[in-house]
């Protein structure tokens, strides 16, 4: 029985994913606060961890580094609701294995877990293909990114109002 810690704030999201898993031959434990995440995971030594990006005022990506640094094999897959390339990139660049946006299915976790038949394991190319929206979202956040969250730098950069981004930034795009 693979051991899996869930690292996320939201505590009956928490407990829905526990629930899941635990139905698929995991033994999982929660943590829900940033600062008892890294004892949890010396202290439980888990096979796999599901770490949600925002942990109430902390960001769940500080984690990927001491985690892998302390547990090199762990399977760490990052989960967020504001998902974008330019945070993909940064949590595989600090050692995350993959970047699920929520809400997630039962199959992509166990796929993104190494858990699911081999069968599942390649994706449609349906589900490759971005909105217009999304794309224009994630090359936003890209920039914003390259920019250390400077705002008004990235409207420059993009030939937009400082306002008209801020409105783009606070619409979450749909997945498709």
């Not at 829900?32 to 010396?42: M, N, R």
Request: overall charge positive; aromatic content about 2%; proline content about 4%.
């Amino acid at each position: 029985m693979k051991k899996l810690l869930i690292i996320e704030d939201d505590v009956a999201f928490a407990t829905t994913l526990a629930r899941r898993m635990t139905k698929h031959g995991f033994h999982c434990q929660q943590v829900h606060q940033a600062d008892q995440a890294l004892h949890a995971c010396l202290q439980q030594k888990p096979d796999c961890i599901l770490l949600d990006m925002k942990l109430a005022k902390d960001n769940g990506l500080l984690l990927i580094k001491p985690i892998r640094a302390s547990l090199p094999k762990v399977k760490i897959v990052l989960l967020t609701g504001f998902a974008s390339v330019a945070t993909a990139v940064q949590a595989m660049r600090l050692g995350a294995d993959d970047y699920l946006a929520k809400p997630v299915n039962t199959q992509m976790l166990l796929t993104a877990l190494g858990s699911a038949p081999v069968a599942q394991k390649v994706p449609s190319l349906d589900s490759e293909i971005m909105s217009a929206e999304r794309v224009e979202w994630e090359h936003i956040n890209q920039v914003l990114n390259s920019n250390a969250g400077n705002v008004s730098e990235t409207a420059r950069q993009l030939g937009m109002h400082r306002r008209t981004l801020q409105r783009k930034l606070q619409k979450k795009p749909v997945s498709k």
